[in-house]
Nanobody
Framework: QVQLVESGGGLVQAGGSLRLSCAAS????????TGWFRQAPGKEREFVAA????????VYAESVKGRFTISRDIAKNTVYLQMNSLNAEDTAVYYC??????????????????WGQGTQVTVSS
């Protein structure tokens, strides 16, 4: 079992920044990668970014490349999502999720088997 707790969401003006955190506990040594997904009202959950625990390889959605940065602190079992140049289209509930079974860093939600409760990010225009 892996437990994930997100924090850092909130209300920010367009052009501003936020940093989300995802703290993992439990059998985290089994995790291959951790990803961030988001879901806006009336829309499907979409991939944002993911990072491999060993080696730190990353992958991003095209919509956030150059604006968002995912990183991890192995000692703290925490993954971060630094979000810059936010715009109204980034408004969503952001979820972190971890993949304990994969061998390839995935952008598909179905590959992730543990999820956090989500944190709301609201960008005002």
């Amino acid at each position: 079992q892996v437990q994930l707790v997100e924090s850092g969401g909130g209300l920010v003006q367009a052009g501003g920044s936020l940093r989300l955190s995802c703290a993992a506990s439990g059998r985290t040594f089994r995790s291959y990668g951790t990803g961030w997904f988001r879901q806006a009202p009336g829309k499907e959950r979409e991939f944002v970014a993911a990072i491999r625990w060993m080696g730190g390889g990353t992958v991003y959605a095209e919509s956030v490349k150059g604006r968002f940065t995912i990183s991890r602190d192995i000692a703290k079992n925490t993954v971060y999502l630094q979000m810059n140049s936010l715009n109204a289209e980034d408004t969503a509930v952001y979820y972190c999720a971890t993949d304990t079974n994969g061998f390839v860093l995935s952008t598909s939600a179905i590959e992730y088997d543990y999820w956090g409760q989500g944190t709301q990010v609201t960008v005002s225009s």
